[in-house]
């Protein structure tokens, strides 16, 4: 293995690798700027062959079906073993799906008990992006700037997820978003 290089936003990332060849991305989830989640469908889509690793601080069921359905082979966390994400790297340079044995766990119980789909699971990609942020606080002010979007488009989504989630309040949001570990 080699590593190609080490790049500290999306717009670095892109430019790398425009110029350079990669067989397997390492993609944080949590990037500055557009969130890892938010920057895969375009990797894919100019990056065909790319393999994508994605990596993040947060458990698994949080976000590792996102990612997969987002196109990303693989999901680890952050506090994975060096073993673990040496494996992970050769199962999805190999053209293999990667997730762990816990995650692969947790899928087949709800997978056996068909239990029902956790609230955010039905938000879109931009939508649990304003509710991450949403969920540690930020406003939506804030969020418009962060996103570059106006302030009603924010509120359009805020409402949204509102819906979707069955929820009343901006506290609900929150408090289902720290319960969950959704929120850094």
């Known amino acids: 293995m080699k590593i190609v290089a080490d790049v500290s936003n999306t717009q670095e990332l892109l430019e790398l690798l425009r110029k350079e060849v990669a067989d397997v991305l390492i993609l944080d989830v949590n990037m500055p700027g557009r ?9 894919k889509k100019e990056f065909s062959s790319l393999k994508i690793l994605m990596l993040s601080m947060h458990p698994e069921d949080a976000l590792a079906i996102r990612a997969l359905k987002s196109g990303a082979q693989g999901y680890i966390t952050k506090n994975s073993s060096p073993d673990e994400m040496i494996n992970a790297i050769r199962k999805v340079g190999g053209g293999r799906r990667y997730i762990s ?7 087949a119980d709800n997978f056996q008990s068909n ?11 931009r939508e649990f992006e304003v509710f991450q942020l949403l969920g540690s606080g930020v406003t939506v002010s804030e969020i418009a700037v962060r996103l570059s979007l106006s302030v009603p488009t924010v509120s359009t989504y805020r409402a ?4 979707k989630m069955k929820m009343d309040t901006t506290a609900e949001l929150i ?10």
């Open 35 to 43: 969130s890892g989640i938010d920057v895969l469908a375009d990797l």
């Open 175 to 184: 408090h289902y978003a720290v319960k969950n570990n959704l929120v850094e």
């Open 160 to 163: 949204r997820i509102l819906e």
């Open 101 to 107: 044995e816990a995650l692969a766990d947790k899928l």
């Open 115 to 125: 239990s029902q789909q956790e609230l955010h699971h039905s938000l879109s990609d």
